[in-house]
């Protein structure tokens, strides 16, 4: 009966950290997915349209 209840014990603590590493696995994918929507959307490969485009052009001169 001891072994029983040690059992069920153990079960339930190994149901929870499941559980838990299950609901961390759900949240970590959401938060990847949301960071590459927002990062489409930021990109001009995103088929968003921008109103302006800006070339820039940097010229660095050695100094001395």
């Known amino acids: 009966m001891k072994l029983s209840r040690e059992r069920k014990r153990l079960r339930r603590e190994v149901v929870e950290v499941r559980d ?3 609901a961390f ?12 929507g927002m ?3 930021l990109s001009t ?4 349209d921008w109103k302006y485009y ?4 940097v ?4 100094a001395g």
Not at 25 to 36: D, E, K, N, R, W
Request: proline letters at 0%.
């Open 20 to 22: 838990k590493i299950i």
């Open 25 to 36: 696995g759900i949240v970590l994918v959401f938060l990847l997915s949301a960071t590459v």
């Open 39 to 41: 990062a489409s959307v």
């Open 45 to 48: 490969s995103g088929g968003g």
């Open 54 to 57: 800006k070339e820039i052009t």
């Open 59 to 62: 010229k660095e001169e050695k």
